[in-house]
């Protein structure tokens, strides 16, 4: 989990791949409304998410035996709450990193659906994983490898 810029489709797709076990991008999940919403530069609305992150705790609850990442921006306590809901195991990796390396990360992508206007959105629904949800955070400045490291280490314990 975490904002756009943080690396979770590079960090989850080798952490699924470290851990043997499938990976899913919560944005390829999206309705295609919403992926229209946001390329326009318009922030999704909580009405919006709502069949969106539904559908991210069926994938995960589905795959609960065998095991899945699923890189999800997942921002806000009420979004992890509600996958959670449908996949009670679920533990969040939330990466982090100061503001002007996730800027800098999202000026220099191409051809991702969602504006760096929007930035400034996620930020202010960001709410950072809290010492009472399952879950770790990580800095996303470290090298990806270190990362999925990290995370492998936190996964098996």
């Not at 919403?37 to 609850?61: H, Q, Y």
């Not at 589905?62 to 996958?83: F, P, Q, T």
């Not at 010492?131 to 098996?156: C, K, Q, R």
Request: proline residues 5%.
């Amino acid at each position: 989990m975490g904002v756009s810029g943080s690396g979770k489709s590079t960090v989850g797709e080798l952490l699924a791949a470290a851990l043997g076990i499938a990976f899913q991008d919560a944005d390829d999940l999206h309705p295609a409304d919403n992926i229209a919403k946001m390329s326009r530069g318009l922030p999704l609305s909580d009405a919006d998410r709502a069949p969106w992150l539904a559908l991210v705790g069926k994938v995960l609850a589905e795959n609960a035996d065998a095991g899945i990442v699923v890189a999800c921006s997942a921002l806000a306590r009420r979004y992890r709450d509600s996958i959670r809901a449908q996949a009670p195991a679920t533990r969040f990796i939330y990466l982090h990193a100061p503001e002007s390396i996730l800027r800098a990360r999202i000026a220099a992508r191409a051809g991702h659906f969602m504006p760096a206007s929007l930035f400034e959105s996620q930020l202010a629904t960001l709410d950072p994983l809290a010492s009472t949800e399952a879950g770790i955070a990580l800095s996303a400045e470290a090298p990806a490898d270190a990362v999925v490291g990290a995370a492998v280490e936190y996964l098996h314990r």
